[in-house]
């Protein structure tokens, strides 16, 4: 395993990490929501809004561990029907595909946070820009993951399972 590996899979665990904790928090949270509704008779109206926060927090951080650890959603079906030659170019049309989506989510999301940084999210008086925020980084380590699979399989050095066999 490369020093660029090594990297790539801690900030992946640090992604897990961070969404993991995110995924506990939301339920705390939402359980409080029902216990003050129920029981105490008054909605903690910040829950919604924090977990919004929490939800993207999940969807795009988590979406670029899966683009690393190779569990993004992809069709292999048809990787698995042809030759290997076949594969390999399916391959690196995929990952091509998810650095240019990586990417558009990166300078889009950059551009968006920018735009709603200086306003303030209602109930819990945060930036707004803190909601695409996740967006902007999934989207910088889906462009890094992905430049890192073709990478290695410029190198020969690609262990994913359904690329060359």
Not at 104 to 120: D, E, I, P, Q, R
Not at 122 to 139: A, D
Request: aromatic letters at 8%; a positive charge.
């Amino acid at each position: 395993m490369t020093p660029v590996d090594k990297l790539l899979d801690a900030i992946a665990t640090a992604c897990r990490v961070l969404t993991g904790l995110s995924l506990v928090i939301l339920t705390v949270i939402f359980g409080w929501l029902v216990f003050g509704r129920y029981v105490l008779n008054a909605t903690p109206t910040w829950v919604e809004q924090a977990a919004l926060l929490l939800v993207m927090t999940i969807a795009f951080i988590g979406a670029a561990v899966g683009v690393h650890e190779n569990a993004h959603l992809s069709v292999s079906v048809f990787r698995g029907l042809v030759p290997a030659p076949v594969r390999t170019a399916f391959v690196i049309v995929t990952d091509l595909a998810m650095a240019g989506f990586g990417g558009l989510m990166l300078v889009y999301g950059a551009k968006l946070t920018a735009f709603k940084w200086g306003s303030m999210i209602p109930l819990i008086q945060l930036p707004e820009g803190l909601r695409s925020l996740p967006l902007t980084i999934g989207g910088g380590l889906i462009l890094l993951f992905s430049l890192a699979h073709l990478t290695r399989l410029a190198l020969r050095r690609d262990l994913r399972r359904d690329t060359i066999e």
